[in-house]
């Protein structure tokens, strides 16, 4: 545990690149949101085995699966067991095509149905946005989620699976927690057994800087990444800082997020890093 042992670097165990890029894998609505119309799972599985594999073709070193089409979406106990579901069986097609670490993140900050999707797909993390303190985002008050989960998944015997944890989550408003800066936000995560921080700028697509990665780590020996706002203008200097990023709108055919990967744009970007690195 993290309050006696140092804990072992979770994203060098997972991915053998000093340079760490995930492709967000945003699914269309599932059955029982309200913009689902219908189309049934094999309309939305082949979407999202096609951003898959364009991610994977285009050179990413790792996946990680989101309800993303759920809009607006739930407080964490409102999810319904019909998002897990599919969310497991969509996740489980993508572990068994791509031979890369998948993860799971259930919108919003439902991390115990994340964990549930991960145990049954043989995904190997999930992403909490709010792991501790609290904040007030479009679904309301919303507690972090590290109490329940780290129980739920010593529940499962899932030890193996690792918490990516967001630290001062975009789309909120921190303002109970004004008197705590971000590295001290970040020091009560690894304290509250995370295993990878996440630095996220304010809204989605939007870039997250350089100091707030900086501030993220300042306090906490977790490896950090980026988990917003990644792109080829700034991808070669948020490196310098981080250690790898979670990436998803600026890789979709005219950067917005609910359009299709394109292959073009990833290969840009991971070529990027890779020479960067070399």
């Given at each position: 545990m993290s309050v006696t042992t140092p804990?072992?670097?979770?994203?060098?165990?997972?991915?053998?690149?000093?340079?760490?890029?995930?492709?967000?894998?945003?699914?269309?609505?599932?059955?029982?949101?309200?913009?689902?119309?219908?189309?049934?799972?094999?309309?939305?599985?082949?979407?999202?085995?096609?951003?898959?594999?364009?991610?994977?073709?285009?050179?990413?070193?790792?996946?990680?699966?989101?309800?993303?089409?759920?809009?607006?979406?739930?407080?964490?106990?409102?999810?319904?067991?019909?998002?897990?579901?599919?969310?497991?069986?969509?996740?489980?097609?993508?572990?068994?095509?791509?031979?890369?670490?998948?993860?799971?993140?259930?919108?919003?900050?439902?991390?115990?149905?994340?964990?549930?999707?991960?145990?049954?797909?043989?995904?190997l993390f999930v992403r909490s946005n709010q792991w501790v303190n609290a904040y007030v985002a479009n679904e309301g008050f919303v507690e972090g989620a590290s109490a329940s989960a780290t129980r739920f998944r010593a529940h499962l015997r899932s030890s193996s699976i690792r918490f990516f944890t967001d630290v001062h989550v975009k789309h909120g408003s921190h303002a109970m927690v004004s008197d705590r800066g971000i590295d001290e936000q970040a020091r009560d995560a690894e304290f509250f057994d995370a295993d990878v921080l996440i630095a996220t700028g304010s809204r989605t697509g939007q870039p997250t800087s350089s100091a707030e990665v900086e501030d993220v780590g300042r306090l906490t020996s977790l490896p950090v990444i980026v988990g917003s706002g990644v792109d080829v203008d700034n991808v070669i200097e948020l490196f310098k800082v981080a250690r790898g990023a979670i990436v998803g709108s600026s890789l979709k055919v005219d950067g917005s997020w609910w359009n299709p990967v394109d292959k073009v744009r990833v290969e840009r970007l991971t070529k990027l890093v890779r020479d960067s690195s070399g």
């Amino acid at each position: 545990m993290s309050v006696t042992t140092p804990k072992p670097d979770a994203l060098a165990e997972l991915f053998p690149a000093d340079r760490v890029v995930i492709g967000t894998v945003h699914l269309l609505p599932l059955p029982g949101s309200p913009q689902y119309n219908g189309r049934g799972l094999d309309d939305i599985l082949r979407r999202a085995l096609s951003d898959a594999e364009s991610y994977v073709a285009g050179g990413v070193d790792g996946l990680i699966v989101e309800n993303s089409g759920d809009l607006p979406f739930l407080k964490p106990g409102e999810v319904g067991i019909e998002t897990t579901a599919f969310l497991t069986r969509i996740t489980r097609t993508i572990v068994e095509r791509f031979p890369l670490p998948v993860g799971v993140n259930c919108l919003a900050n439902a991390v115990i149905p994340s964990l549930a999707a991960a145990a049954a797909s043989g995904a190997l993390f999930v992403r909490s946005n709010q792991w501790v303190n609290a904040y007030v985002a479009n679904e309301g008050f919303v507690e972090g989620a590290s109490a329940s989960a780290t129980r739920f998944r010593a529940h499962l015997r899932s030890s193996s699976i690792r918490f990516f944890t967001d630290v001062h989550v975009k789309h909120g408003s921190h303002a109970m927690v004004s008197d705590r800066g971000i590295d001290e936000q970040a020091r009560d995560a690894e304290f509250f057994d995370a295993d990878v921080l996440i630095a996220t700028g304010s809204r989605t697509g939007q870039p997250t800087s350089s100091a707030e990665v900086e501030d993220v780590g300042r306090l906490t020996s977790l490896p950090v990444i980026v988990g917003s706002g990644v792109d080829v203008d700034n991808v070669i200097e948020l490196f310098k800082v981080a250690r790898g990023a979670i990436v998803g709108s600026s890789l979709k055919v005219d950067g917005s997020w609910w359009n299709p990967v394109d292959k073009v744009r990833v290969e840009r970007l991971t070529k990027l890093v890779r020479d960067s690195s070399g």
